[in-house]
């Protein structure tokens, strides 16, 4: 695989572990929002299906997601402090750093992120991009391949959501797939991205090349 200058990552279940603590957020938002809650066996099941599919089963309506994330965004800030990076990935981070300029992409808000940021002493990243579309991630990533002047054939997407896969083929860039996070590695893997790794290491055994 060739050299890439720039490494864009996403944020939640790629580099920090947040999607437990998203989960028991999302549960205890149900009763206010008239969404289903997700009990521990269907976990796994949710995994394996892409996101708008996900939202149908939960019964969430769509006109109804920009009010829940911003209730979910508020709260996770006020729990960010428990959340920890995903394993080894700060070692990766700091490694990949030496050799790449480091970017996240995020729906998350731009102040949790930072927050995570400092607390795990992973000031690593040149820049993080925050914006509140859950889907049209595409759109997301061509403004901030446009914003930071970056040009597609120099720039890799890493995700773990089969959107994160979607948006990535839609705007044209390298995608590379982690089966650690939200979808699972079939889920993933149905949607060819170019490649997908099962451990963060194998970031690095890619990338090295």
């Known amino acids: 695989m060739e050299t890439k200058k720039t490494l864009v990552f996403d944020f939640d279940g790629t580099i920090a572990d ?65 959340i920890q990076p995903i394993s080894s990935m700060k070692e990766l981070l700091i490694e990949l750093g030496v050799t790449y300029r480091l970017g996240i992409i995020t729906s998350n808000s731009e102040s949790n992120v930072e927050q995570f940021l400092n607390a795990n002493d992973m000031a690593f990243f040149e820049f993080v991009y925050s914006s509140s579309s859950l889907f049209g991630k595409n759109r997301v990533l061509k403004r901030l391949l446009k914003k930071r002047q970056l040009q597609r054939e120099d720039t890799i997407y890493i995700g773990d959501e089969t959107r994160d896969v979607d948006a990535a083929q839609k705007t044209g860039i390298d995608m590379i797939a982690v089966s650690w996070g939200a979808n699972t590695a079939d889920a993933l893997a149905q949607l060819n991205p170019q490649h997908l790794i099962h451990h963060p290491d194998g970031l690095l055994t890619l990338l090295s090349r």
């Open 18 to 82: 947040t999607l437990p603590r998203i989960l028991a957020i999302s549960n205890r938002l149900a009763p206010d929002f008239g969404y289903r809650q997700v009990p521990d066996n269907e976990i796994e099941m949710l995994r394996s299906v892409r996101s708008r599919e996900a939202l149908k089963l939960l019964q969430i309506p769509m006109l109804r997601i920009p009010e829940i994330a911003i209730r979910m965004k508020a709260e996770l800030q006020k729990e960010m402090h428990l």
